[in-house]
């Protein structure tokens, strides 16, 4: 079954704009990560955060990770054509696998 | 650096043929995985190998056996397809609570 949960399914948005996606899960964890995936492609991983942090930014990339409320948010700031991708999030409990959600589809309009 | 490689890229089956998807990583990685995705989808976990020697079922591993061949190598196979099987195959490799890195993918049909 799957734990994380992505909200929105799907985002539409201008280009220069920020998107921002959100991930539920329900047990603990020892860590969650965000991938990206463009059309027909492998998952890239984005960002790894640790349950003992709370933001943790790469380049136009900011995540946050909020324990007690169990979830998470990715933002991408000033989007880009190349931005265009489905973004899944990962729980990384206690089993030695990750779960994965069912993604949010991200399209940047030029 | 190849990372996580899969061969082959795209394979066509009757239904009821065998085929054998393989994987392998370069990274001194403990855990290998298997995906499959359908489209629109998320992925779904097959089966996984927490470490070289051990693997273990994952959501959706009917139809479908795994080889931990040594702890480059996993590999996925299919003994009697099924139209239901089509789909695109991942295969992915990690350390223990690191980053996982997937390969590029195997696109099966089976008519």
């Known amino acids: 079954s799957q734990q994380g949960e992505e909200d929105p399914q799907a985002l539409s948005i201008q280009e220069g704009e920020n998107a921002t996606m959100n991930c539920s899960y329900k047990?603990?964890?020892?860590?969650l990560q965000w991938y990206r995936q463009n059309s027909g492609r492998g998952l890239v991983h984005l960002i790894l955060?640790?349950?003992?942090?709370r933001e943790k930014h790469s380049g136009r990339l900011r995540v946050t990770l909020d324990t007690s409320k169990k979830s998470s948010s990715l933002l991408i700031t000033a989007s880009r054509a190349a931005d265009t991708a489905s973004y899944f999030c990962a729980t990384d409990g206690h089993d030695y696998k990750l779960s994965f959600g069912a993604g949010t589809t991200v399209t940047v309009r030029a | 650096n190849a990372g996580v490689t899969q061969t082959p890229k795209f394979q066509v089956l009757k239904t009821g043929q065998s085929m054998t998807l393989q994987c392998a990583q370069d990274?001194?990685?403990?855990?290998m995985y298997w995906y499959r995705q359908d489209p629109g989808m998320g992925l779904r976990l097959i089966y996984y190998s927490a470490s070289e020697g051990t693997t273990d079922k994952g959501e959706v591993p009917n139809g479908y056996n795994v080889s931990r061949l040594n702890k480059r190598e996993f590999s996925l196979r299919l003994e009697s397809a099924a139209p239901s099987q089509t789909s695109v195959y991942f295969c992915?490799?990690?350390?223990?609570?690191?980053?996982?890195?997937f390969g590029p993918g195997t696109r099966l049909l089976v008519l």
């Open positions: 992915a490799s990690r350390a223990w609570g690191q980053t996982q890195y």
């Open positions: 047990t603990s964890i020892n860590n």
């Open positions: 990274m001194n990685h403990n855990s």
């Open positions: 955060i640790r349950s003992n942090e």
